[in-house]
């Protein structure tokens, strides 16, 4: 029988990530520009990613710009507009199959955060900055 002093096992999983003990599982550090890279690792090959601070656990992600006035349709009801920048966070995940996407630019619409009603698109950083430019467009167009 263990001594209750005896450390956890080594096949403990903290939070929702395995633990990395050899090169088949990825040892991932996180994006510096994270919002929650307060939550990523130490340096080195020894830390784990500390779930309280890293939310949502699968990616990194910048800061939101929440936008009010969007509406499901021309005149439809007022939705809310999430908006930022984000990559796959993949620590722990298996080598061979968890290739990382460039950051994309994402959407993500809701009507009623207690209904929990969302829909998420995301853009490739590229195609992002051509919206933009055609938003100034439009708007200019509109406005003049």
Do not use: K
């Amino acid at each position: 029988m263990p001594d209750r002093t005896d450390s956890a096992p080594s096949s403990e999983v903290l939070g929702p990530w395995p633990q990395v003990t050899n090169l088949t599982r990825l040892y991932d550090h996180g994006m510096p520009w994270c919002v929650n890279a307060g939550g990523h690792p130490d340096s080195g090959a020894d830390g784990h990613p500390d779930s309280n601070r890293h939310i949502p656990t699968d990616e990194c992600r910048t800061p939101s710009a929440f936008l009010d006035g969007a509406a499901a349709e021309l005149h439809g009801p007022a939705v809310g507009l999430e908006l930022y920048a984000a990559t796959s966070y993949r620590f722990g995940a298996p080598r061979a199959d968890s290739p990382r996407g460039p950051a994309r630019l994402v959407f993500d619409f809701f009507e009623d955060v207690d209904d929990g009603l969302r829909s998420r698109f995301s853009l490739p950083l590229g195609e992002a900055l051509l919206l933009a430019r055609q938003i100034v467009r439009l708007v200019d167009l509109v406005t003049a």
